[in-house]
């Protein structure tokens, strides 16, 4: 099957018919079931749904870090299912970012550091110019020699935000980015998210429970029992909750 054929040539990365399945016999437990969905480059997409639904299974299976029991991932034009794991490491490293509720920085380099981390680590030679842009667009410029420790959550996740986008990766996925924040430094973070996306060209796949932290997202997924269930396009926080108060309803109907 070409991308033409798929219709996903515009798509950051795509799944079709796919299954997640743990366990086998009675105690077998479908994470994912028959999941069909387009990415689109350049664009905010926002992951949601009630607690167990699939969400961050789908995040994980369209990123690399999950293999998938049944169905094809695609990330570009590039098939990951069936990729071995030396390649799908490579990928991972080459051609996505990622941003986690936890901010994973290592405590003993300073911000600057690690945001180039990754890239030192793959032998890489971090472009300056873009580098510099990023950090602008974060708002770490007066922070880059502070560790860590010297460092508030908020300003925390923006170097993780800054890692993930400084090696110019096709696709950031972030999981509950800004769970572990305030909701004004939340609000800091996702704002720059946003703005990597108008102002760098950026495809950020984001999952959240948060109805505000989805109004940022050009787009909405919403997963129900491991379905993708319904899509909000241009979402307000009020439409988004009132989505959601329906949830129960699009699972046993879809």
Same mark, same amino acid.
């Given at each position: 099957?070409?991308?033409?054929?798929?219709?996903? /040539?515009?798509?950051?990365?795509?799944?079709?018919?796919?299954?997640?399945?743990? %366990?086998?016999?009675?105690?077998?437990?479908?994470?994912?079931?028959?999941?069909?969905?387009?990415?689109?480059?350049?664009?905010? /997409?926002?992951?949601?749904?009630?607690?167990?639904?699939? *969400?961050?299974? +789908?995040?994980?299976?369209?990123?690399?870090?999950?293999?998938?029991?049944?169905?094809?991932?695609?990330?570009?034009?590039?098939?990951?299912?069936?990729?071995?794991?030396? *390649?799908?490491?490579?990928?991972?490293?080459?051609?996505?970012?990622? =941003?986690?509720?936890?901010?994973?920085?290592?405590?003993?380099?300073?911000?600057?550091?690690?945001?180039?981390?990754?890239?030192?680590?793959? %032998?890489?030679?971090? &472009?300056? $110019?873009?580098?510099?842009?990023?950090?602008?667009?974060?708002?770490?410029?007066?922070? +880059?020699?502070?560790?860590?420790? $010297?460092?508030?959550?908020?300003? $925390?996740?923006?170097?993780?935000?800054?890692?993930?986008?400084?090696?110019?990766?096709?696709? =950031?996925?972030?999981?509950?980015?800004?769970?572990?924040? !305030?909701?004004?430094?939340?609000?800091?973070? +996702?704002?720059?998210?946003?703005? #990597?996306? &108008?102002?760098?060209?950026? /495809?950020?796949?984001?999952?959240? @429970? &948060?109805?505000?932290?989805? #109004?940022?997202?050009?787009?909405? +997924?919403?997963?129900? !029992?491991?379905?993708?269930?319904?899509?909000? @396009?241009?979402?307000?926080?009020?439409?988004?909750? &009132?989505?959601?108060?329906?949830?129960?309803?699009?699972?046993?109907?879809?």
């Amino acid at each position: 099957m070409t991308g033409g054929e798929r219709g996903v /040539t515009a798509a950051a990365a795509a799944a079709r018919g796919v299954v997640k399945a743990y %366990g086998s016999g009675e105690t077998r437990v479908v994470a994912l079931d028959r999941v069909d969905v387009d990415i689109m480059r350049g664009a905010f /997409t926002a992951i949601m749904g009630p607690s167990g639904s699939g *969400k961050s299974t +789908l995040m994980h299976c369209l990123a690399g870090l999950d293999s998938v029991s049944e169905g094809r991932i695609w990330v570009g034009e590039q098939e990951i299912t069936g990729l071995k794991d030396k *390649k799908l490491t490579r990928l991972r490293r080459d051609r996505i970012g990622f =941003i986690f509720q936890a901010f994973n920085l290592l405590p003993t380099l300073n911000a600057i550091e690690n945001i180039t981390l990754p890239m030192d680590i793959a %032998g890489r030679k971090p &472009d300056q $110019q873009w580098t510099d842009r990023v950090i602008q667009t974060v708002g770490l410029a007066g922070r +880059l020699k502070h560790r860590p420790n $010297q460092l508030s959550g908020g300003q $925390q996740q923006r170097v993780a935000v800054a890692r993930a986008l400084a090696a110019r990766p096709e696709i =950031i996925f972030g999981d509950e980015p800004t769970g572990n924040l !305030d909701s004004r430094a939340g609000a800091e973070v +996702l704002g720059f998210l946003r703005r #990597s996306v &108008d102002e760098l060209g950026q /495809t950020i796949v984001m999952v959240t @429970h &948060d109805p505000v932290a989805a #109004s940022y997202a050009d787009r909405v +997924l919403y997963l129900a !029992d491991g379905r993708l269930v319904d899509e909000m @396009h241009r979402p307000t926080a009020e439409a988004v909750l &009132d989505r959601m108060k329906h949830f129960d309803t699009l699972g046993r109907v879809s």
